[in-house]
């Protein structure tokens, strides 16, 4: 609810988040050389971050190399975090480039990581389309930020 009655603004997360400096409030859990970690605060499940350089570029075509190798990098140790951390299952790992393939920020590509664990649907979102979080993002986020402050790529 907070999302809809908060006036939107036509802006980039990507791009608007890191300039401040209120990482926990932003739920910004590392930032990188070229890119950083973001938790997803409209999770699709549990622990749903965002892997995304810092530079406002559409797709990964458009991504000079280091800044492809320290984005996935940074995606492979979140892989690792979200095993020790969560004892995810497996994961769901996908970039939506362009709005036509689903992107809500179709001009800054960014990875989702979302983590899964066998059994983790139930029936709420088929019989009334809601999701349940078993745990609020600053939990999460607590839970998780002592593992990015020993990461060095």
């Not at 190399?65 to 769901?92: K, M």
Request: hydrophobic share 35%; charged share 20%.
């Amino acid at each position: 609810m907070s999302y809809f009655q908060t006036p939107q603004k036509n802006s980039c997360i990507f791009c608007d988040k890191p300039k401040e400096s209120a990482d926990k409030e932003n739920y910004i859990l590392y930032r990188g050389k070229s890119s950083f970690v973001i938790m997803n605060i409209y999770p699709y499940n549990n622990a749903h971050l965002m892997v995304s350089p810092y530079k406002h570029i559409p797709s990964l075509s458009k991504l000079q190399r280091e800044d492809l190798i320290d984005l996935t990098l940074l995606t492979q140790t979140s892989l690792q975090i979200l095993e020790n951390a969560f004892r995810a299952e497996g994961f769901n790992v996908g970039i939506n480039i362009g709005k036509a393939a689903g992107a809500g920020f179709a001009d800054h590509v960014h990875i989702h990581i979302v983590p899964r664990w066998n059994s983790d649907t139930n029936f709420m979102p088929v019989l009334s389309e809601t999701r349940v979080m078993p745990e609020h993002l600053n939990s999460t986020y607590e839970k998780l930020i002592p593992y990015f402050k020993d990461v060095q790529l």
